[in-house]
T-cell receptor, first 114, second 116 residues
Framework: NAGVTQTPKFRILKIGQSMTLQCTQD?????MYWYRQDPGMGLKLIYY???????DKGEVPNGYNVSRSTTEDFPLRLELAAPSQTSVYFC?????????????FGPGTRLTVL | AQSVAQPEDQVNVAEGNPLTVKCTYS??????LFWYVQYPNRGLQFLLK????DNLVKGSYGFEAEFNKSQTSFHLKKPSALVSDSALYFC??????????????WGLGTSLAVNP
């Protein structure tokens, strides 16, 4: 089991460029999440998904888009990169059940927008 | 409104001494509580969770946490700290009445430094 994998590990973008952050999980989890982590600010939820074909906004969705065509993959798209999107991005997944399950995190993508 | 507070940005403790990292929460229903640890340049790793039952929860790496409903707290503890415990610790909560989206509310994190 690889768990949650994210690519790339690092990326530098110029203002206005676009990119997709990839996230894949092999645990057959229904729930997937994208967070950003800024120093001293904890984790902010960008988007989440409760299953294939279903996505919803989190706290800070502006400037981002997601899709969930399969259970395994949950890519995050930045359309017009801005310096405010410089951050570390984490993808997480969680299982099913009547009570919340543990969220398993990927290693993160460190993004710099210049 | 749901919220989580970690009142200390940083905790310093000598190796071998007991450590406590504090967390308080506010939810309208019953809380589901979590502790995660983040080592430098790594993703978050699950340590332990409280859903129901015994107020003292044991987790990975010798950590434990005590749920205190009257004080709305879920402090993380370890009897004897190791230098390798130095990391960033996050508390998170979910309100049992919050619906089926499984979203967690996260604290801002506490940096633990264990000095040799």
């Amino acid at each position: 089991n690889a768990g949650v994998t994210q690519t790339p590990k690092f990326r530098i973008l110029k203002i206005g460029q676009s990119m997709t952050l990839q996230c894949t999980q092999d645990m057959n989890h229904n729930y997937m999440y994208w967070y950003r982590q800024d120093p001293g600010m904890g984790l902010k939820l960008i988007y989440y998904s409760v299953g294939a074909g279903i996505t919803d906004k989190g706290e800070v969705p502006n400037g981002y888009n997601v899709s969930r065509s399969t259970t395994e993959d949950f890519p995050l798209r930045l359309e017009l990169a801005a310096p405010s999107q410089t951050s570390v991005y984490f993808c997480a997944s969680g299982g099913q059940g009547p009570i919340p399950d543990t969220q398993y995190f990927g290693p993160g993508t460190r993004l710099t927008v210049l | 409104a749901q919220s989580v507070a970690q009142p200390e940005d940083q905790v310093n403790v000598a190796e071998g001494n007991p450590l406590t990292v504090k967390c308080t929460y506010s939810v309208s229903g019953n809380p589901y509580l979590f502790w995660y640890v983040q080592y430098p340049n790594r993703g978050l790793q699950f340590l332990l969770k409280y859903i129901t039952g015994d107020n003292l929860v044991k987790g990975s790496y010798g950590f434990e946490a005590e749920f205190n409903k009257s004080q709305t707290s879920f402090h993380l503890k370890k009897p004897s700290a190791l230098v390798s415990d130095s990391a960033l610790y996050f508390c998170a909560v979910r309100d049992s009445k919050a619906g089926n989206n499984r979203k967690l509310i996260w604290g801002l994190g506490t940096s633990l430094a264990v000095n040799p």
